[in-house]
């Protein structure tokens, strides 16, 4: 079958650095995008990995390792409006996102 | 831009009564999508279409029927509602099923409660 799993629940302080991670098993891989979704909206597009590295854009980059069908989302500088879920998802071979349940971030003073 | 828009906002419907959650996209991309969102689960997809014309069964599509007469309309039907279709959908559109990054964009949701 197809999973993705990813923390329930983090905790960070405001101004630090956090890491959520994702690990996948899909029946094949064609991308993996990082979503942010607020309490009772949307979730919107944060960025997207085809190719192993680390893609940067500006607090937030996301990383990719195929072989170990590993993702992680690190935000820096952390504000008090990067509180939200954060959804991992893998667009699997028949070009269908697969969802992760979203990890709920939670930013302290 | 109003970009994707879904009606209604939210509802309650009594089990057995039938109704269509309206999406429209005016950002001409040929892709839709209907997802349920429940909690602790992730996004799960309904229903898909690659193109005007054209509909497609997602994971969990029992319950539901689709339509996609033209490019911006994609609405989800119930036709009898039950207590476990309880969710928010979300209907989402994207540029193309197949290439480079193609995002997908999200409609605002539509809560539903059956009852």
């Known amino acids: 079958g197809q999973n993705i799993d990813q923390p329930t629940e983090m905790t960070a302080t405001e101004g630090a650095i956090v890491q959520i991670n994702c690990t996948y098993q899909t029946s094949g891989f064609n991308g993996l995008f990082w979503y942010q979704q607020h309490a009772g909206e949307a979730p919107t597009f944060l960025s997207y990995n085809v190719l192993d590295g680390l893609e940067e854009k500006g607090r937030f980059s996301s990383f990719l390792s195929r072989s170990k069908g590993y993702s992680y989302l690190l935000l820096k500088e952390l504000q008090m409006k990067d509180s939200a879920s954060y959804l991992c998802?893998?667009?699997?071979?028949?070009?269908?996102?697969?969802w992760g349940a979203g990890t709920k971030l939670i930013i302290k003073p | 831009t109003a970009g994707i828009t879904q009606a209604p906002t939210s509802q309650i419907l009594a089990a057995g009564r039938s109704m269509t959650l309206r999406c429209t996209q005016d950002?001409?991309?040929?892709?839709m999508y209907w997802y349920r969102q429940d909690l602790g689960l992730g996004l799960r997809l309904i229903h898909y279409?690659?193109?005007?014309?054209?509909?497609g069964k997602g994971e969990v599509p029992d319950g539901y029927s689709v339509s996609r007469a033209n490019t911006d309309d994609f609405p989800l039907t119930l036709a009898s509602a039950v207590p476990s279709q309880t969710s928010v959908y979300f209907c989402?559109?994207?540029?193309?099923?197949?290439?480079?990054?193609?995002?997908?964009?999200f409609g605002p949701g539509t809560r539903l409660t059956v009852l």
């Open positions: 950002m001409r991309h040929n892709a």
């Open positions: 279409s690659n193109t005007a014309g054209t509909t």
């Open positions: 998802a893998v667009r699997d071979s028949n070009y269908q996102l697969i």
């Open positions: 989402a559109s994207s540029d193309s099923e197949r290439g480079d990054s193609n995002e997908q964009f």
